[in-house]
């Protein structure tokens, strides 16, 4: 099969294109005919192993040491199940759908093995498998913050980085929620973001929303550029700043915060579930949920789309085509 093996640490050059052995299920496996994954600013990051040196040491360690395993990258996927284990029961040949494969990778690859009790689930109805393979991540990520907000209807919610791949999930996951929702990103990224739900934008190469003099109840930066200090004066009393990407500061200072005004400061490692990830399809299938694609790359130049995501210009996903024109 064709696959985007990751050979070396550092630039895209190290992603090649090339044939490899076809996996085999194991008995409690499946095999996925893959049609799409994404590019993400974490297949990135560990590609460049772009991490602070207390996470990219370990990971370098479980990675390789010196190069990575021949590892195919790819965090998510959507696909067709091809071939099951002897002992899988949750799912059949033919089911059509998306999953998180997290840390283990292989979605740049024509086939893949996951196991049955992953983070798979049916494919949304109403989705291609372009749309579907940029949820699972992004969409999980977004979830599992604004739940931990516990957000009420009316409450306002400020969104760091919101038309990226969790932002766009997180404008309308919070819009789900009924708050009130401001976007913050680039300026050629405000028209898409109000597209979506955000009620309001603003533009950060024009204005700092820390010195705007307004406050909200939730502060969710999806990047971690924020500045702690001052995002925590932009909090409402009992405000919740919630950071998915958190420095080493950050985790830090969350240590030392005196929670004044009950405010909360949540972060840690996001949830993935099938659970959460089957809730998130039944958002899609109702129209309350949609995937805002950028660019979607062939398999043979997933290097050009690392590339492309490097950039930090991307407006919600970058998706890999693997199959072309097949299926729905």
Known sequence: ??????????PPDGLEFKEVAKPVPGDKEVLIRVYASTVTAGDVEARSLKFPLWLALPMRLYMGPIRP????????????????????????????????AGIQFGGYAEYVCLPEDGVLAIKPDNMSYEEAAAVPTAGLEALHFLRKAAIKPGETVLIVGAGGSIGTFGIQLARYYQADVTGVDSTDKLDMMRSIGADHVIDF??????????????????????????????????????????VLSQIIRKRLTTRGEGKQVILGP????????????????????????????PLKNTDEAHRYVETGQKKGNVVITVFENEGK
């Open 69 to 100: 395993r021949n590892i195919i990258l790819g965090q998510e996927l959507a696909g067709v199940i091809e071939a099951v284990g002897k002992n899988v029961s949750r799912f059949t040949p033919g089911d059509q759908i998306f999953a998180a």
């Open 205 to 246: 190469t024009q204005e700092d929303f820390t010195e705007n003099g307004k406050t909200y109840d939730v502060i969710f930066d999806v990047i971690g550029k924020s500045s702690y200090s001052r995002s925590l004066a932009s909090l409402k009393p009992h405000g919740r700043y919630l950071l998915a990407n958190p």
């Open 270 to 297: 996001a949830s993935q579930t099938t659970e959460n990830l089957t809730f998130i399809r039944g958002l899609i299938e109702a129209g309350k949920i949609r995937t805002i694609i950028d660019r979607c790359y």
């Open 1 to 10: 099969m064709k696959a985007v093996v990751w050979t070396k640490y550092g």
